[in-house]
C-alpha cells in the first residue's frame, strides 16, 4: 500500500516551496524548458522523455501535462520522493523510474525500447563530478536520436569569476525580494518527512543509497559545452539565465 493522496500533497507541495529555494524563478525555469522539449519534439509521434534526477517529477509532470502525447518518466534515485510523485501526478503517460544517475548500468534500469527525444535535468547533474558527468553526457547522447535534445537547468558559473560573483548576488537579490528563502530548505524538508510516521517504510527502504554522492564539479559554461561537444552533440548554448541559474540545451 502507498502513500495516500492527502499525505502525497503535503509533502510534495512542502516541496515545491522548499525548492524554490534553489532554483531562481523556477517556474519561468520549467516553462522554458517545456518550450525547448515541445520544439524539438515537434512532429514526433508519442515522444519519449526522461526527466533526470527528477525528485518526486514536479518537471516531468509539467512536461506530461504540456505534451498529452508523449511517454515522460521520472527518474530518481530516492524511493520515498518517487513514491510522493506517483501518488500526486500519477497518470498513464507519467512513469516514475528509481535508478541512480551515473551509478554503472544506470540507464538500463529504464528498460528504454526506442531512441530519447529529450532527456532534461533541473539542479541534480552538479551533484555528479567531472568524470561521471562526462560519462552521462555520452551516454545520453548515445540513447538520443538524433535531433533530440538534452537541456540541462541547473547553477553554473559563468566563465568569468567577477560575472559569477555578480550572478549569485542577483540570484540572492532575487530570492530575497520573492521571500523564498522563508521556505523549508533540504534539511527541514527531509527532517520533517521523518517525523511523519506514514513516510516511515519508504524513508527505510533509502539505506545507504539516499542521495547521489555530492562530489560536484565547478564547471563553467564553456567547460560544459566542451564536454558536451565531445560527447557527439553538435549544438549546444546557453537559452535562458536568471542570476547563477542556467538552461543549456545540447541538440544530438
Keep these: 500500500m502507498g502513500v495516500n493522496a ?5 509533502w510534495v507541495e512542502r516541496w515545491e516551496d522548499q525548492q524554490q529555494r534553489y532554483a531562481v524563478d523556477r517556474e519561468e525555469s520549467f516553462t ?13 509521434a508519442a ?17 506530461a501535462g504540456r505534451l498529452p502525447d508523449a511517454e515522460v518518466l521520472a527518474v530518481d534515485g530516492d524511493p520515498l520522493l518517487l513514491e510522493l510523485g506517483s501518488a500526486y501526478y500519477g497518470s498513464a503517460s507519467l512513469r516514475h523510474v528509481e535508478a541512480m544517475i551515473g551509478e554503472p548500468g544506470w540507464l538500463d534500469a529504464l528498460a528504454l525500447d526506442r531512441p530519447v527525444d529529450a532527456a532534461v535535468s533541473t539542479t541534480a547533474l552538479h551533484y555528479l563530478d567531472r568524470r561521471t558527468l562526462t560519462r552521462v553526457y555520452r551516454e545520453l ?12 537547468g541547473d547553477h553554473i558559473s559563468p566563465d568569468s569569476a567577477k560575472v559569477s560573483e555578480l550572478a549569485q548576488d542577483i540570484g540572492r537579490r532575487h530570492a530575497e525580494r520573492h521571500k523564498t528563502l522563508s521556505h523549508d530548505d533540504w534539511e527541514s524538508w527531509w527532517s520533517g518527512a521523518a517525523s511523519d510516521p506514514e513516510l516511515a ?10 542521495h547521489p554522492r555530492c562530489e560536484g564539479n565547478d564547471l563553467t559554461i564553456t567547460s560544459h559545452a566542451d564536454l558536451l561537444r565531445e560527447a557527439g552533440f553538435e549544438h549546444v548554448g546557453v537559452v535562458w539565465q536568471y542570476g547563477h541559474s542556467h538552461i543549456l540545451a545540447a541538440v544530438r
Design 6 to 10: 492527502v499525505t502525497a500533497a503535503r
Design 141 to 152: 547522447a548515445e540513447r538520443l536520436r538524433p535531433g533530440g535534445v538534452l537541456v540541462n
Design 32 to 44: 522554458v524548458i517545456a518550450d525547448v522539449v515541445e520544439h524539438v519534439t515537434r512532429g514526433q
Design 201 to 210: 517504510r519508504f524513508l527505510a527502504q533509502r539505506g545507504s543509497h539516499r
Design 47 to 63: 515522444p519519449l522523455v526522461l526527466d533526470l534526477g527528477s525528485g518526486p517529477g514536479s518537471l516531468a509532470a509539467r512536461l
